[in-house]
């Protein structure tokens, strides 16, 4: 009924050349036409490398692993004279973009990234990789050998291995023989959490300046070994839309990326449209989409002395499917994305002088404008928290970013950096503008509509102090050998033991202590001993009196001190300056037993995020209960329920009320973003919500209607909270005030007592980013976390993401403090 069956090669590939029948077909090794059936990553990866076996155009190499060891492929092609010297070529394109004066790039290969299906559901760009690397290896025109000759092409063809089996296995499973195009098939409505994420449910297309995620990570380093000039990003999107390639929305474009760029970019497109135009397909540019967050694949390269191209087919969401524009199927889908990788690199070998010109241009005035700076270095650190510090750095490093060690303690701007708790970053470097596009705090737009977040300064997401000015003679040595401090303990002790709480991984440490069944107490107020002063949350381990000899614990704390990278520190005495080591303002603190909702109508991005910061982070184990799964579950193996924002219709009555009753019995339940509201309205917690703004819509056009009503959201900004530090929820934060992401448009009003309002947006809140001046009033003193009993519990509730990204190191914290101070809150 829509050929799809028979669809072979020639449906998709140029019929006017000739190709090797040495080199494999994809039929002939995964063992079906491509389009018939969704590729499974496993046969994916059976043909890349049967495809390199059989090509000399062609290398192949994985570049790391996925979180469910599946590996991350990269396929270097071009011409077999180039393979030889790679190398060499590879040497000779990273000079032209360093201090090398009159570059000659007229002989020098252009560099194409090729990315497909980042995000495992928008399938068609990983499947037309199947032809794209077989019409390079196979095909004898002589313009492909031409193009080959002056083009090295890194083709990635799955950058999400996880999400793409997951999604393959329900496409494949759901389909029918007699195929049928109702929308209402299951084929077409993919279950929760969907392929479109990883294993723990990123979105990995967000993860390009972050790199915390190992497909990112092995991706970046491919990147910056290779800085290429093009890199192509294959997405899908919905059904009824057509095909979309960038530029995008000109208003949309970040400061920070030039003219030139969108002119290139520019250039590029006429070569879609051509190609499309040729094969009869439609499509739309310079609407909807926009090049501004440079943490996804079609911006990052911008910021990199490339040009990042977006493209975003219409998806068929299994094999073929009614939409507004007649029957979509899978391979005409597919027919798109490979076109268009072909029209990338046409436009690649006849642009190439003007690019290569191009990125060798990007850097020497980059250099320029970085000498030119009188503030010459940003420093940056934590002299209470190494550890967060540390991943700081380590995302600098990751984007080939220079970073040095401090080569003496010293105070700017009223902060206090201490020597190897802190780094200084030279402005006068290379990758300047990616240290600005990190650094920057921005809060006036040209437009106030963003794809994405609006603003994501990296000090703020971190919660270190940092400063901007010419501190160059602070500099140490370069860090060319970064590294997380060794945890240990001072000395063995007979009486006790005290840690902290300051560190990023005392949450870890605290955790396999207690799960060692070892007596533990936090301190609720601070105290001296032996000349060092203890904050708030500080916790103590007593020698006496636990289930470990005073030797064996020794040695066990010195192991959690290792392997969670924190001090501990030997006490002999119980006196001391403040509260003594007996005092009732020590706490006895229990094992921590969590559950996370999942599951539908509960966020997957943010259900994730704490899954990753729990099960990767801090090595504490968390049982990920299905919301369909909670009337029969047994609740009381649980302490802690975790309820990432989810739907009011998420749960049934029977399972909210059963929570309830659990949080009366003495739980503590936790709450983010839209769980709140539902907290309010089935009675768990009774809060003030304070409206949003309303803005009356004076002059605005029915065209202009969307826009505007965009305009009133919170798409992802940074705003200052001054904290009560002796409220349990703040333990391990020296300062008085820290940045908090929001994206919503919740506001909770403050209470009348001062002391229930231990976090408080400020009367200036706003950092970095965009909000409405209407809502920012809205959002001045109000209150972004309420804790409220319930019977013997607890009820938390945050109005926005702690853990936005796993890159929001710098409110991971308020999460653990509501698990382990539970009772204390």
């Given amino acids: 009924m829509f050929a799809q069956h028979n669809t072979d090669l020639s449906y998709y590939l140029p019929q006017d050349i000739t190709y090797n029948t040495n080199?494999?077909?994809?039929?002939?090794?995964?063992?079906?036409?491509?389009?018939?059936?969704?590729?499974?990553?496993?046969?994916?990866?059976?043909?890349m490398n049967a495809l390199a076996k059989s090509s000399d155009r062609i290398t192949i190499k994985t570049i790391g692993k996925t979180f469910e060891d599946r590996p991350l492929l990269l396929l270097t092609i071009t011409a077999p004279k180039n393979q030889i010297k790679i190398e060499t070529i590879k040497k000779e394109h990273l000079d032209a973009t360093n201090d090398v004066s009159n570059v000659n790039v007229d002989n020098m290969p252009i560099v194409v990234y090729q990315g497909f299906s980042i995000h495992g559901n928008e399938p068609s760009g990983t499947n037309a990789a199947l032809l794209a690397a077989y019409y390079l290896a196979a095909a004898e025109s002589n313009d492909v050998k031409d193009l080959l000759e002056h083009t090295v092409i890194l083709l990635d063809p799955s950058m999400n291995p996880d999400g793409l089996q997951r999604f393959a296995y329900w496409?494949?499973?759901?389909?029918?023989?007699?195929?049928?195009?109702?929308?209402?098939?299951?084929?077409?409505?993919?279950?929760?959490?969907?392929g479109r994420t990883n294993h723990y449910w990123f979105d990995l297309n967000r993860d390009w300046l972050a790199v915390q995620l190992p497909e990112s990570r092995a991706r970046i380093e491919a990147f910056q070994e290779w800085l290429p000039n093009i890199l192509t990003d294959h997405h899908e999107m919905g059904t009824n839309a057509t095909f979309f390639f960038q530029p995008g929305v000109p208003e949309r474009v970040h400061p920070l990326t030039s003219n030139k760029n969108q002119e290139i970019t520019k250039g590029i497109s006429n070569y879609h449209?051509?190609?499309?135009?040729?094969?009869?397909?439609?499509?739309?540019?310079?609407?909807?989409?926009d090049d501004f967050y440079y943490g996804k694949g079609s911006a990052y390269p911008d910021i990199n002395g490339g040009i990042g191209i977006l493209f975003e087919q219409a998806s068929s969401r299994g094999h073929v499917?009614?939409?507004?524009?007649?029957?979509?199927?899978?391979?005409?889908t597919i027919k798109n994305q490979f076109t268009t990788a072909l029209s990338t690199l046409e436009a690649a070998k006849n642009m190439r002088v003007e690019i290569l010109n191009y990125q060798h241009n990007f850097y020497e005035n980059a250099r320029s404008e970085a000498a030119k700076q009188k503030k010459n270095a940003i420093v940056f650190g934590d002299e209470k928290d190494f550890s967060k510090t540390y991943h700081l750095a380590e995302i600098l490093k990751k984007q080939n970013i220079t970073v040095h060690e401090l080569n003496a303690d010293f105070t700017a701007e009223g902060k206090h950096f201490k020597k190897g708790y802190s780094f200084i970053i030279p402005k006068n470097q290379k990758n300047i503008r990616v240290i600005d596009a990190m650094f920057e705090k921005r809060t006036v737009f040209q437009d106030s509509i963003f794809y994405d977040v609006s603003t994501w300064t990296y000090p703020l997401a971190f919660n270190v102090d940092y400063s901007e000015g010419a501190y160059m003679d602070k500099a140490g040595d370069e860090v060319t050998n970064l590294q997380l401090k060794d945890g240990e303990v001072s000395d063995i002790s007979n009486y006790g033991y005290v840690m902290e709480w300051h560190d990023y991984y005392t949450p870890k440490a605290l955790n396999a202590i207690l799960n060692k069944e070892l007596r533990a107490k936090v301190a609720l107020k601070p105290f001296s001993l032996n000349g060092k002063?203890?904050?708030?949350?500080?916790?103590?381990?007593?020698?006496?009196?636990?289930?470990?000899?005073?030797?064996?614990?020794?040695?066990?704390?010195?192991?959690?001190?290792?392997?969670?990278?924190?001090?501990?520190?030997?006490?002999?005495?119980?006196?001391?300056?403040g509260i003594d080591l007996g005092s009732r303002y020590f706490k006895s603190l229990d094992k921590i037993k969590v559950a996370l909702l999942v599951g539908s109508g509960v966020s997957s991005y943010d259900a994730g995020e704490i899954w990753h910061l729990f099960d990767q982070r801090y090595d504490i184990t968390i049982t990920k209960l299905d919301v369909n799964s909670v009337y029969g579950a047994d609740l009381e193996r649980y302490n802690s329920i975790i309820i990432p924002s989810m739907l009011s219709s998420a749960l049934s009555e029977s399972a909210t009320k059963k929570i309830?009753?659990?949080?009366?019995?003495?739980?503590?339940?936790?709450?983010?973003?839209?769980?709140?509201?539902?907290?309010?309205?089935?009675?768990?917690?009774?809060?003030?919500?304070?409206?949003?703004?309303?803005?009356?819509?004076?002059?605005?056009?029915?065209?202009?209607?969307?826009?505007?009503?965009?305009?009133?959201?919170?798409?992802?900004?940074?705003f200052e909270a001054e904290i009560d530090r002796s409220n349990p929820i703040n333990f391990g934060y020296k300062n008085n005030k820290i940045a908090l992401f929001k994206s919503t448009t919740l506001f909770l009003e403050a209470d009348s007592s001062s002391y229930n309002n231990p976090i408080k947006y400020t009367k200036t809140p706003l950092l970095s980013g965009y909000i409405s001046k209407p809502n920012l009033e809205v959002l001045k003193s109000t209150v972004p976390f309420k804790v409220k009993s319930l019977g013997k519990g607890n009820v938390v509730s945050f109005t926005d993401n702690t853990n936005f990204r796993a890159f929001w190191f710098g409110t991971n914290k308020l999460l653990m403090n509501a698990v382990f101070f539970r009772d204390q809150l």
């Fill in 171 to 194: 496409a494949n499973s759901n389909k029918n023989k007699n195929l049928t195009s109702d929308p209402n098939d299951r084929e077409y409505n993919e279950d929760w959490p969907k």
């Fill in 23 to 47: 080199i494999p077909t994809p039929e002939s090794i995964i063992g079906h036409q491509v389009g018939q059936w969704h590729i499974s990553h496993d046969k994916l990866v059976q043909y």
């Fill in 321 to 332: 499917q009614e939409s507004s524009n007649g029957l979509l199927t899978f391979p005409f």
């Fill in 273 to 289: 449209a051509k190609a499309l135009d040729k094969i009869g397909s439609f499509y739309y540019t310079e609407e909807s989409y």
């Fill in 660 to 718: 309830k009753t659990w949080v009366q019995n003495g739980g503590t339940v936790i709450g983010y973003e839209n769980t709140i509201k539902w907290f309010n309205s089935k009675e768990f917690a009774k809060l003030d919500f304070k409206d949003k703004a309303k803005v009356p819509a004076h002059n605005i056009t029915y065209e202009q209607e969307s826009d505007f009503k965009k305009a009133q959201t919170i798409s992802g900004a940074i």
């Fill in 533 to 577: 002063t203890y904050d708030y949350g500080t916790i103590l381990i007593p020698v006496q009196n636990q289930a470990l000899e005073s030797n064996e614990l020794y040695d066990y704390l010195k192991e959690v001190a290792k392997n969670s990278h924190v001090e501990i520190n030997a006490v002999f005495t119980g006196i001391t300056q």
